[in-house]
């Protein structure tokens, strides 16, 4: 891989890594939207370190995808792979505040202590029925089809609850088969239901008034401000590349809607 493929429009292929189909499965349900290259610093396309023992290193890759069209202001895909220690998906849908559209997220995340999988559509304004009822309505059937096929991942703290909806899949699955088979048999598909229900809802979605962007901008900025400040990938990341680059990659890259705001 190089840094100047990463920043154009070709699928991120990253050696050995659980979650490339997820990604693949992504991309190709995004072509049809008109996508654009989002700029990102060469430094956080593509990062390089090693963990683990002097006897026994790990190397570690860590890529970035990103890209834009009219209705979503930014599309991006955070990927760690490194072995035994990790392998990371954080894919999310950001979209333009003319749109009266939640997030788009999923986080795939393995661990040595299992897998750590979430699926949603987060809210901006989640008290406002303009904004959540109609996605609700559609989002809950899909939910409930395969929250009933995985366990559940415990409790949401309290401060976190505004920022996810009713419909939000978060299950804990152990290492092994059986949490491979899950995730080929629900998982997966639990993931293509999601997104495709959202870029209905993108497809669907109507230019909405400066007012109610102001709103939805409002709103946008307290997920992106709680998301960066709480970012559980923080310490992974600090222990792999640093903490200057971890705390810019978070806020200038993964969260960075202070910086582009269109």
Known sequence: MSPSRLSSLEPLTIDHWRWQPFLDHACAALEP??????????????????TGSKSKPIH???????????????????CVEAGSAASVLNFVVNPSTSYDLPFF?????TLPAGHLLAL?????????????????????????????????GGPIPEEAQPYFSPGFLWTRIPLGDEGDALIEEAV???????????????QEAEEVSQERSAELLA?????????????PARGMLTRFHGSEWT????????????????
């Open 33 to 50: 939207f008109g996508l654009q290259p989002y700029p990102i610093e060469p430094e956080f396309l593509l990062q390089t370190s090693e």
């Open 219 to 231: 709103g946008q900025k307290r997920y992106t401000t709680y998301r960066a400040e709480k970012d």
């Open 247 to 262: 705390e810019e990659y978070i806020h200038g890259v993964l969260f960075d809607l202070d910086k582009n705001r269109t």
């Open 188 to 202: 997966k598909p639990a993931f293509r239901d999601y997104l495709e229900l959202y870029l209905q809802l993108v």
């Open 60 to 78: 570690v890759t860590t890529a970035t995808w990103a890209c834009s069209s009219r209705k979503l202001r930014q599309i991006r895909a955070a």
């Open 120 to 152: 949603d559509l987060q809210p901006a304004l989640k008290t406002d029925a303009q904004h959540t009822k109609a996605v609700w309505e559609r989002l809950m059937p899909i939910f409930e089809r395969w929250q009933q096929r995985l366990p559940g």
């Open 105 to 109: 997220g999923a986080d795939l995340v």
